[in-house]
């Protein structure tokens, strides 16, 4: 009998040795992106705590979808067993607030590196090691984006493990933003970070660690240089044009 991953309730065999998987953060999201075509024969395998795992074919060759969870501690478990059980190519699909004044809404960004403002992927390395996208993703990413005629922006993105005082947002319960985050949008938007978001730091340096190949695309619901406040269509917008690029991109991958 193959054996299960400790979280995700998977096995070699469940998985049918998929060597692909595309990861978003919510698990509301995996059968909608699992059924975005290419992808065929699509069927839910897992389903346990955040982590829900669809297996689709693309091109008659087995791709997962599985989803992560929130930040860093639970991407860091889903990348664990899905590269225990024999997964090579990690993509990450979410969404994201942009922090540039010429990123627009319903863009997306493709992270070529992130800012390390997360806690889980200090224990696969120290801070000095650099978080950084497998050049065939951002490429893969790239050429999606462009073919959909999807405006994408390749940069550097800031992953924070807290949503609100790690991003700088005073619309929170306190109000307040403790010093040591007062004023970092400012001083990360001239050090050209792009955007704020919660997962890629930890994705892409487990995947370097690993000698595994990350990427990570993120669609804009929000730019924080205008606004604060996240509409339900904004939402929509940035969710289904990163969905688009990342299932492309996959293809291109998996063909390539
Ligand atoms: N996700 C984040 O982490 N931050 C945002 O502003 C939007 C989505």
């Given at each position: 009998?193959?054996?299960?991953?400790?979280?995700?309730d998977l096995?070699?065999e469940?998985?049918k040795?998929?060597?692909?998987?595309?990861l978003?953060?919510d698990p509301?999201?995996?059968?909608?992106?699992a059924?975005?075509?290419?992808f065929?024969?699509?069927?839910?395998i897992a389903n346990?705590r955040?982590?829900r795992?669809?297996?689709?074919?693309?091109?008659?060759m087995?791709a997962?979808v599985?989803?992560?969870?929130?930040?860093?501690?639970s991407?860091?478990?889903?990348?664990e067993?899905?590269?225990?059980l024999?997964?090579k190519?990690f993509?990450?699909?979410?969404?994201?607030?942009a922090?540039q004044q010429?990123i627009d809404?319903g863009?997306?960004i493709?992270?070529?590196?992130?800012?390390?403002l997360?806690?889980?992927?200090?224990?696969?390395?120290?801070?000095e090691?650099?978080a950084?996208?497998?050049?065939?993703?951002i490429?893969?990413?790239?050429?999606?984006?462009?073919?959909?005629?999807i405006?994408?922006h390749v940069?550097?993105t800031c992953?924070?493990?807290?949503?609100?005082p790690?991003?700088?947002?005073?619309?929170?319960?306190?109000n307040?933003?403790p010093?040591r985050?007062?004023?970092i949008t400012e001083?990360?938007?001239?050090?050209?970070v792009?955007n704020?978001?919660m997962?890629a730091?930890?994705?892409?340096?487990m995947?370097?660690?690993?000698?595994?190949?990350g990427?990570c695309?993120?669609?804009?619901?929000?730019?924080?240089?205008?606004?604060?406040h996240?509409?339900?269509e904004d939402?929509?917008?940035g969710e289904?044009?990163?969905?688009k690029?990342a299932v492309?991109?996959?293809?291109?991958?998996?063909v390539?």
């Amino acid at each position: 009998m193959p054996r299960d991953v400790y979280h995700l309730d998977l096995n070699s065999e469940k998985i049918k040795s998929a060597c692909h998987v595309i990861l978003p953060g919510d698990p509301g999201r995996v059968k909608a992106i699992a059924e975005t075509p290419p992808f065929s024969n699509t069927m839910e395998i897992a389903n346990k705590r955040e982590f829900r795992t669809c297996l689709g074919y693309i091109h008659n060759m087995p791709a997962l979808v599985t989803s992560t969870g929130i930040g860093g501690p639970s991407t860091s478990i889903a990348i664990e067993e899905l590269a225990q059980l024999g997964v090579k190519t990690f993509l990450r699909v979410g969404t994201t607030g942009a922090i540039q004044q010429n990123i627009d809404i319903g863009d997306v960004i493709i992270t070529s590196g992130a800012v390390r403002l997360d806690g889980a992927s200090a224990h696969y390395a120290p801070l000095e090691y650099p978080a950084v996208a497998h050049y065939t993703l951002i490429n893969a990413l790239a050429e999606a984006a462009k073919e959909l005629e999807i405006p994408y922006h390749v940069g550097i993105t800031c992953s924070s493990d807290t949503f609100y005082p790690g991003q700088e947002r005073c619309d929170s319960f306190s109000n307040y933003v403790p010093r040591r985050f007062n004023g970092i949008t400012e001083e990360w938007r001239k050090l050209n970070v792009l955007n704020y978001e919660m997962e890629a730091a930890t994705l892409l340096t487990m995947c370097s660690v690993f000698g595994l190949k990350g990427g990570c695309v993120e669609g804009v619901i929000v730019n924080r240089t205008g606004s604060e406040h996240i509409t339900k269509e904004d939402m929509e917008l940035g969710e289904s044009n990163a969905v688009k690029v990342a299932v492309k991109a996959m293809e291109k991958l998996i063909v390539s």
